[in-house]
């Protein structure tokens, strides 16, 4: 007779691991929802019970708005902005001094006119007063209607500015845009150009002054950024010691930017400490009197390139922005050639003052 075999009845841990494996091998089933159905809830969804005119209309102020916040990110929107969240000096000016009649013609034809032409302006992040915004131009503008706010029954119509919010990519963009807008409306004096370049180097914007004059006047010609490397040295060596910096001439500017090369720093600062001009013509006379009684330095045999060869009386050099100098001896005495595409009348002249200056001043006439 066969053995009969025991049955066991399982446990609850394994009526739990059961169950669980039947739930992970049975895919949960859709709810039952008919086609019909969910196309009706599909078209009821998109559905606008508005009339077709206000539809069109709401598409309308769509794309107006889309427009327009394209139209703000670049800067091409007009904003009014209280004076008091823009900070007037988060830049460095290029301009030195403001012509105060002209300040004042300017602030009567604001009062009359409103503001025509408005200033421009960049985004200031975690300022430490807390201003908003950073002028960029418009610095004349600004000061104008910062006279007029306060000022009698009118004072909150000038409580606030037309501006165009810039955000320039870098701080070298920023510099340039101030310096080109000033450029544009009326020219910036050589000291001014230079002062600018040095400003915009210290404060990083530029590597170098080189670079900074590269920058700020991409434009302008070789001999031009030489003047403003010129008026920038001054700036740097004799800036704090000048009254009246902005109404130095040009002439008297390279002389006295080549007596600085010539390693006169010292001496030129001696001499304009001893008095204090009144006058921008007071003042000209007193670099120019420092000038004549510098010393005149021989210059160094391996300054102005590579010498070469010499044949006959003279010999020529050659520089390395490509220009020719050559020293030629006749029957009248000797003469110097510049040759090469960088020469012009400005270098011919910058080469004159720089003789003037290591020979001696030219003779009254």
Known sequence: MAKRRKLEAPSADDLNRYEEEFRSETAARAPTIAPIAQVAAEAASGYDPRPHEARAEAARDRADAERMRGAQSKGLVIAEIPLSEIDADALVRDRVALNPAEMEELQSSIAANGLRLPVEVFILRDHPKGYRYGLLSGYRRYRATQALNGQGDSSDKFNTIKALVREPAEMGGTFAAMVEENEIRAALSHFERGRIAVIASQQGAFATTEAAVNGLFPVASKAKRSKIRSFALIFEELGDMLTFPEQLKERDGL???????????????????????????????????????????????????????????????????????????????????????????????????????????????
């Not at 080549?258 to 600062?269: H, S």
């Not at 013509?281 to 010499?310: D, F, N």
């Open 255 to 365: 002389k006295l930017a080549a007596a600085l090369r010539e390693g006169n720093e010292a001496a030129l600062r001696d001499a304009l400490a001893q008095q204090t001009p009144e006058t921008a013509e007071q003042e000209a006379q007193l670099i120019e009197a420092a000038i004549k009684a510098l010393t005149p330095s021989v210059p160094a045999p391996s300054r102005g390139g590579r010498p070469k060869t010499p044949t006959g009386e003279g010999r020529e050099v050659t520089l390395a922005n490509g220009i020719t100098a050559q020293t030629v001896k006749d029957a009248q005495g000797w003469s110097i050639r510049l040759k090469g595409s960088p020469v012009d009348a400005d270098v011919a002249e910058q080469a004159l003052l720089a003789i003037e200056a290591l020979l001696g001043p030219a003779k009254e006439i």
